[in-house]
């Protein structure tokens, strides 16, 4: 079996039988995701083993035809971006579950179940090279994330599961507007219907359609990482997710999606429109570090941080060269493995009184403490490298020889640093000094 099927398929058998057994079965639900995660991580750390680094083409093909003339195949492959999030967003899943074991057993083994569908999709939607499955991963990534909301969520965990799904689907019905779009151009300048990115990415469109469709993707985009103004779902859904909910939601594919699916679709387009979203994504950082302070809830604190990790990676990545890519990666690993950390340190503390870290127990704070500064893009740590080299490729940005100043959006590199920098530092020191302070006051059952 090619192991890339292998990575999607393990974890969603296991998602399948987990929800079939019975929960009198006390400690079976928990044997079975696990074998299934664990699977699924082996089928990953086997592709990265087979991956060459040296190969910038696709790698470890697997493509099987489903209907060839609605353009549909299940085509699966990786390259060196798909490998890096296909191994981040596996080992998450995987290193939450263990962390919900020494929690405790959970009460729900549908919580188990979700969280194996939401690893399955996640391989799904980095190794898919067609793009209607690709969209179908990432609805079937979007109803674990509501399942393990809702499921497990505070007192309002309706409101903030309501509010994830909203986002979500509203992204996934306008990325499915593109998509078939773009298929339909493919079959009026071919004859021949296909959705397959490498078709897709050689349909070059009209400048002035390429503006409103990538502007269109680019909403979407910008609801799921999220940005400003779209980020009022994300708050809320933190404090309200248990952690393993939380957790996931950081590693979100929708930096993923703007760097594999819509710049190599819209690059005429994308050249000129890109200043626009880093302006977007530095008003987000400068935001966070306005708002972040006056939250009392810790996991709102670490929402903004999260918010302002998206919103230096998304200036990296649109700084179009490698250093600004590479750091961009850098630090969506890094952020997942800190902020993700920080929050399962939460899990042995959610109960009546909210999810706080036991300040009597001073030894309990080495881990999140060391995460947490880590997060707050402390120097000498990943994500300051990863932050560094995101701000380092936008500043080197040259086009026509002015940096980032495309028509017909015009702007200073300069004034983006420094915005991000400041929302940087703030949400940073924020973080760190509400780090023993009582958070959520909604009750939050174990996971």
Same mark, same amino acid.
């Given at each position: #079996? ?13 998602? *399948? &039988?987990? $929800? ?53 195949? +299940?085509?699966? $492959? ?11 967003? %596996? ?22 179940? $979700? ?56 992204? *996934? ?23 397959? +990115? ?14 409103? &469709?990538? +502007? ?51 690059? *005429? ?14 008003? %987000? ?9 006056? =939250? ?24 179009? %060269? ?9 630090? #969506? ?13 939460? %899990? ?29 893009? #402390? ?26 100043? $495309?028509?017909? +959006?015009?702007? =200073?590199?300069?004034? !983006? ?7 940087? !530092? ?22």
């Amino acid at each position: #079996m090619n192991v890339l099927l292998a990575s999607i398929l393990l974890p969603l058998a296991g998602a *399948l &039988v987990v $929800a079939a057994v019975p929960r009198v079965l006390d400690g079976l639900p928990y044997a079975i995701a696990l074998v299934g995660s664990v699977g699924g991580a082996l089928a990953v750390a086997g592709a990265a083993f087979r991956f060459t680094t040296s190969n910038a083409s696709l790698q470890l093909r697997f493509d099987h035809p489903f209907d060839v003339e609605l353009g549909v195949d +299940f085509a699966l $492959a990786i390259d060196g971006i798909a490998v890096v999030f296909l191994a981040v967003g %596996t080992g998450v899943c995987l290193l939450t579950l263990l962390a919900r074991r020494q929690a405790g057993q959970p009460r729900n083994s549908l919580k188990f179940s $979700a969280l194996l569908l939401v690893q399955a999709a996640l391989a799904g939607v980095y190794t898919s090279q067609n793009a209607i499955v690709f969209w179908c991963f990432w609805a079937l990534l979007v109803l674990g994330s509501f399942l393990l909301v809702g499921v497990g969520g505070g007192s309002r965990r309706l409101l903030a599961s309501s509010k994830l799904a909203l986002s979500g689907f509203t992204s *996934l019905v306008m990325l499915l507007g593109v998509f078939l779009f773009l298929g339909a151009e493919m079959q009026r300048l071919t004859g021949r219907l296909s959705f397959n +990115f490498d078709v897709l990415t050689r349909v070059l469109l009209p400048l002035s359609t390429q503006y409103v &469709v990538m +502007f269109v993707a680019l909403f979407a985009i910008a609801l799921a990482l999220p940005l400003l103004p779209l980020a009022g779902w994300w708050n809320d859904t933190h404090a309200q997710s248990p952690s393993v909910a939380s957790v996931v939601l950081l590693v979100s594919p929708a930096l993923y999606a703007l760097m594999r699916v819509v710049l190599p679709c819209f690059p *005429l387009a994308a050249f000129n429109m890109l200043p626009l979203l880093c302006g977007v994504a530095a008003a %987000t950082a400068l935001v966070a570090a306005i708002a972040a302070p006056f =939250e009392d809830d810790l996991r709102r604190r670490l929402a903004w941080v999260a918010c302002t990790h998206t919103a230096v990676a998304v200036v990296g990545v649109a700084s179009l %060269t490698a250093e600004g890519l590479v750091g961009a990666i850098l630090l #969506m690993a890094t952020r997942a493995v800190a902020l993700g950390g920080v929050f399962l340190c939460l %899990t042995p503390c959610e109960g009546e009184a909210g999810a706080h870290l036991p300040e009597d127990e001073p030894n309990h704070l080495f881990l999140p403490k060391a995460l947490a500064y880590a997060a707050a893009l #402390m120097p000498g740590l990943g994500c300051f490298a990863g932050a560094f080299a995101c701000l380092s490729g936008f500043a080197a940005a040259d086009r026509d020889g002015n940096a980032l100043a $495309a028509r017909p +959006f015009e702007l =200073e590199p300069l004034v !983006v640093i420094l915005m991000c920098v400041a929302g940087a !530092v703030s949400v940073g020191a924020s973080l760190l000094n509400g780090l023993r302070a009582p958070t959520a006051r909604s009750h939050i059952e174990p996971l």
